[in-house]
């Protein structure tokens, strides 16, 4: 299981520790998330931090954007250091636009994930799954760190997981919200390759919290 903390939840008044702790546990990803005050009600961090918190790290910058100009995000963030971009599907204009930007990430040598909301159907990347390096399944409404899980986001790994057998794509299935050491190991049994975890991470001792969700 690849194990991807947000930094959402980071405590900033004692970055250096924890970041410290990061490197000492078994994460290999870190996921950093975008949001515009517009896509989602909330507003997070600009390129600076991204490229300030790589600096000292050996980890996959997994860059969750959730903006409504996906178009202007992915480029600033793959300067800033991104290894993978991941847009909604919700913010493109049609699917043409969609198929376009996962064109223009893999173009600049970076993954590319397309995520959806809990009410946005699984059905809905089929057109697109074979283009994909990873599908991120919303398991909260995303926006906030610290949500509950939303249960029916196991039947939706199911159905995606299947999906993506059936076309013979590649992609990884992430999962982000409301992840812990139960409703992670119940995102595993359904199929899931990607933990995110926040709060349950950055809340508790940082190491065995991941080692939990391994
Ligand atoms: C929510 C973000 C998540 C968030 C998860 O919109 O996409 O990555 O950090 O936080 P927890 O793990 O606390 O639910
Ligand atoms: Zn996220």
């Not at 760190?145 to 790994?157: L, N």
């Not at 992609?171 to 119940?186: F, K, M, P, S, Y």
């Not at 991470?201 to 991941?210: P, Q, S």
């Amino acid at each position: 299981m690849i194990v991807a903390p947000s930094v959402l939840s980071l405590d900033y008044s004692d970055t250096k520790k924890q970041l410290d702790e990061l490197k000492k546990s078994k994460a290999t990803w870190l996921h950093f998330d975008v949001m515009d005050g517009h896509f989602v009600k909330n507003l997070s961090f600009g390129p600076h931090v991204l490229t300030t918190l790589k600096k000292d790290l050996d980890l996959f910058i997994d860059v969750h954007i959730m903006v409504d100009n996906p178009w202007l995000f992915q480029q600033i963030f793959i300067e800033a250091g991104a290894d993978g971009i991941t847009f909604h599907l919700e913010a493109c204009k049609d699917d043409d636009d969609c198929f376009k930007l996962i064109k223009e990430i893999k173009k600049k040598g970076k993954k590319v994930g397309l995520s959806i909301k809990p009410n946005t159907k699984v059905s809905s990347v089929k057109k697109f799954i074979k283009d994909l390096d990873l599908v991120l399944i919303m398991s909260v409404e995303p926006g906030f760190g610290g949500q509950s899980f939303i249960e029916e986001s196991i039947d939706k790994i199911k159905e995606l997981k299947k999906l993506i057998e059936q076309s013979g794509s590649s992609a990884l299935i992430e999962v982000d919200g409301g992840i812990n050491e139960e409703t992670g190991l119940r995102c595993k049994n359904a199929g899931a390759d990607v933990l995110v975890a926040g709060s349950y991470i950055f809340n508790n001792d940082i190491v065995k919290a991941v080692e939990t969700l391994c």
